[in-house]
């Protein structure tokens, strides 16, 4: 608990003295993203309203960062914790800048008036969520994404230190889910906002959450990073599936995009084991390259969505010496090399090359693998 900025201590939740959830422990730190997954009525929005204290607690605690959220003023609160829930809002004859504006009241006094600083720090919030093009729009006349952006715009013009969102995206097409979870993955980067979200979306969690909590039977049943979480018949099990349909399988959806830049990790993949290693890295916004590849193995596809340069060569055919010396350079320019296997055939041995390559230029990292459980 002493590394997180939020965290919940035996917090019981639920209404009028009937518990929904009892002694969750959650913790969350600055620029990670925790997701909330689990059946309908499991009560996660319900440990979201509690943690934004819009409801009070049964029994237990939430802390930021060392304070009690209860013994917080209402406007100090505001000022460190922002929400939004999916609650669909009608702001009459308001356009999306006066919507998002409306953020700022922790800030702006009784009257509410926006000095020239508040209005700077709106427009580029509305910038910053991809909406800076709709400030003076009426907000009624905006599709469900874009108002998802403007209510979004609106919790961090709270300037907040931990975002509280119960199912962002829904009512949302694919591209606006993408749209907004890849907004909320550059905050956490970037601001180092705590996020704390719930979806439905499975493949969605999968690819946004650094670690991911499960709600069932009025508990946290299991908390772990997605690799954890979505790596067993686990899934099938939280939401009650018969034993026959609860085999894992990789979720078909578009990935979240890549992190441009120059390339500070090799990852040599393959068979599917370098999956899980590309969207742990692009959740964690670092740039890399993969490779070497054949372009009908399961990790390719994902390795061109994420990466920034991969090294492929046709199904079947062996790897040429230029692909591999081109490899080995790209490797050699990387700060760190993780191999997602040990096992190489004869037409795989370029790889075990590459790999011992890497070992005695000072780049192995197979500690990535371990620390995320990754290790096959």
Not at 233 to 243: A, F, H, N, T
Not at 259 to 286: A, D, H, N, S
Not at 344 to 361: H, S
Request: glycine residues 8%; hydrophobic residues 40%; aromatic residues 8%.
């Amino acid at each position: 608990m002493c590394e997180a900025f939020v965290y919940t201590d035996r917090m019981t939740v639920g209404y009028h003295g009937r518990p929904v959830v009892k002694e969750a422990e959650i913790a969350i730190r600055r620029g990670e993203i925790l997701t909330l997954i689990g059946p309908n009525g499991a009560g996660k929005s319900t440990l979201l309203k509690s943690m934004a204290g819009q409801l009070t607690l049964l029994n237990g605690g939430v802390f930021l960062d060392g304070k009690s959220v209860s013994a917080m003023q209402e406007q100090e609160l505001a000022r460190r914790a922002a929400v939004v829930f999916t609650d669909r809002v009608h702001p009459e004859l308001m356009t999306c800048f006066q919507v998002a504006a409306s953020g700022r009241y922790p800030y702006t006094g009784r009257f509410g008036r926006l000095t020239k600083a508040d209005r700077r720090i709106v427009e580029e919030t509305l910038w910053t969520v991809g909406a800076g093009e709709l400030m003076e729009q009426d907000f009624m006349q905006l599709s469900d994404g874009q108002k998802q952006r403007i209510l979004l715009a609106r919790a961090l013009c709270q300037e907040p230190e931990i975002l509280l969102l119960d199912e962002p995206t829904s009512y949302l097409d694919i591209r606006h889910k993408l749209e907004i979870l890849k907004v909320l993955r550059r905050l956490a980067h970037e601001k180092k906002l705590a996020v704390v979200l719930s979806l439905h979306e499975l493949e969605l969690a999968e690819r946004i959450s650094d670690r991911v909590a499960c709600v069932r039977s009025g508990r946290i049943d299991r908390l772990g990073s997605p690799e954890e979480i979505f790596s067993s018949c686990y899934i099938g099990e939280l939401y009650g599936l018969p034993s026959k349909e609860c085999s894992h399988v990789p979720f078909v959806c578009p990935e979240l995009g890549r992190t441009e830049g120059k390339p500070e990790v090799f990852v040599m993949g393959g068979g599917g084991f370098g999956i899980p290693v590309y969207r742990r890295l692009q959740r964690e916004c670092v740039p890399f390259a993969a490779g070497i590849l054949w372009e009908n193995d399961l990790d390719y596809p994902i390795a061109r969505a994420l990466a920034v340069e991969v090294v492929a060569v046709p199904a079947f055919e062996p790897i040429s010496e230029e692909t591999f010396l081109r490899a080995k350079r790209l490797m050699s320019a990387c700060r760190r090399f993780v191999p997602c296997h040990t096992q190489f055939g004869e037409l795989n041995a370029r790889n075990r090359e590459l790999c011992e390559a890497a070992k005695q230029q000072g780049l192995l990292d197979d500690a990535f693998l371990r620390s995320a459980h990754l290790l096959h």
